[in-house]
C-alpha cells in the first residue's frame, strides 16, 4: 500500500464517520440543536402547547403553526444568561410534572404562575417577539412604506 491510497482511505473513513454521526436521528432530543440547554423532545413538545397557549390559532395561525416554540427554545439557548436558562428549565420541569394535554390545561397553568416568575416573563416575552417577527406577521399584518413615504402637497394646515 502506497502512501497516497492510505491517505485517500483516511479521508474517505473521516468523511463517512461525519456524515454517519450527522444522521444519527437520536428521538429523545430537541429537533433543533442546542448549545447551552439540554431540552428532550418531550420538552419541546410541552413548549409548543405552552407558546400556544399564549398565542392560540384564531383566523390568524397560532404560536405552533408558525413554530414559535423553536423560536423561544433558540433565543433561550443563545440569548439568556446561565441564571435565566437556569430558571427557565426548571420552570419547564415544573410544568412538565403536572399532566398538560391541551391547550386549556397550558392556559391554566400559566395563569396560575406569578407575573413575576422568570419562566413565565421568558416565555412570554420570547414568544410575542417571536411572533411579532414572524414572517405571517411581517407579510400579511404590517403595512410597510418606503422611507421617506408617500408625498402629499395638498394637506391643509390649520394656523
Not at 14 to 37: F, H, P, R, W
Not at 71 to 84: A, G, I, L
Not at 93 to 102: Q, V
Not at 108 to 123: N, P, S, T
Amino acid at each position: 500500500m502506497n502512501r497516497r491510497s492510505a491517505i485517500k482511505q483516511l479521508f474517505i473513513l473521516a468523511g463517512g464517520m461525519m456524515i454517519a454521526t450527522s444522521c444519527s436521528n437520536d428521538s429523545k432530543k430537541a429537533s433543533i440543536e442546542l448549545q447551552n440547554v439540554d431540552l428532550s423532545a418531550e420538552d419541546e413538545a410541552l413548549l409548543k402547547q405552552l407558546v400556544e397557549a399564549i398565542i392560540p390559532e384564531t383566523d390568524s395561525p397560532g404560536a405552533a403553526a408558525l413554530n414559535l416554540h423553536l423560536f423561544v427554545m433558540k433565543m433561550v439557548d443563545d440569548c439568556h444568561s446561565p441564571e435565566d436558562q437556569k430558571s427557565f428549565l426548571e420552570g419547564l420541569k415544573a410544568a412538565s410534572k403536572i399532566s398538560i394535554n391541551n391547550t386549556d390545561q397550558a392556559l391554566a397553568y400559566l395563569q396560575g404562575l406569578e407575573k413575576e416568575d422568570a419562566f413565565m416573563r421568558i416565555l412570554k416575552r420570547r414568544t410575542i417577539q417571536g411572533y411579532l417577527n414572524s414572517e405571517y406577521v411581517m407579510k400579511n399584518k404590517l403595512i410597510y412604506e418606503l422611507v421617506p413615504g408617500r408625498y402629499d402637497g395638498a394637506v391643509k394646515i390649520n394656523a
